[in-house]
């Protein structure tokens, strides 16, 4: 299985490229979210607290979408009823980051704000507890050929619209390199 992301912060068309083998899943977030107390302290809010106000930035979520494009026969499947693809975490999981130079998005989160609390154990490189709402898809493994995916929606409580295309060619296990 291969994990595809969305997009972090930004409202502007994104396009990726990749390349898999066949018998390949692809799992990624048509439109997700996540909460932790990164910068919040003196305040640690409970896992509860974080999920209800994710839940309601999920729960008002417009415009999902979700298509794939054979490219070489141009059949489009549309994907339906995206909200019945939603999930979201039960209480508090946890993200390790590496310590910088490596770039992770609380390392830049710090060098934008001076002063950030990190929430977690051994800050630069962290142990972070998070919770997380969204919209998945799981599609099984494609035939061999080139494909266009594409997601999104819009999350109005973000500011945020989500529109991803991935260019994806799928090739015999045996002939693909990493």
Same mark, same amino acid.
């Given at each position: ?60 979520? &417009?415009? %999902? ?6 490219? /070489?026969? !141009?059949? @489009? ?5 995206? #909200? ?55 599609? &099984?493994? %494609? ?6 995916? /594409?997601? !999104?929606? @819009? ?5 945020? #619209? ?17």
């Amino acid at each position: 299985m291969w994990f595809l992301a969305g997009t972090f912060n930004t409202s502007d068309p994104l396009s990726r490229s990749c390349t898999i083998p066949t018998g390949t899943a692809l799992f990624f977030p048509v439109v997700n979210g996540w909460y932790d107390n990164v910068g919040l302290p003196p305040t640690t809010y409970t896992a509860s607290e974080l999920a209800g106000w994710l839940g309601a930035a999920m729960d008002g979520v &417009t415009g %999902l979408h979700a298509t794939l494009k054979n490219n /070489k026969t !141009g059949q @489009v499947t549309t994907f339906n009823n995206l #909200t019945t693809y939603r999930a979201s975490s039960q209480g508090f999981y946890t993200v390790t980051v590496p310590t910088p130079p490596s770039t992770n998005l609380y390392s830049l989160f710090a060098s934008a704000y001076p002063g950030l609390t990190v929430p977690g154990t051994g800050w630069p490189s962290a142990t972070i507890p998070q919770v997380s709402d969204g919209y998945w898809l799981l599609l &099984t493994p %494609l035939p061999p050929g080139n494909y266009t995916l /594409k997601f !999104g929606g @819009v999350i109005p409580d973000f500011g945020a #619209t989500v529109d991803v295309s991935y260019h994806i060619t799928v090739v015999p296990a045996g002939q693909y390199q990493r």
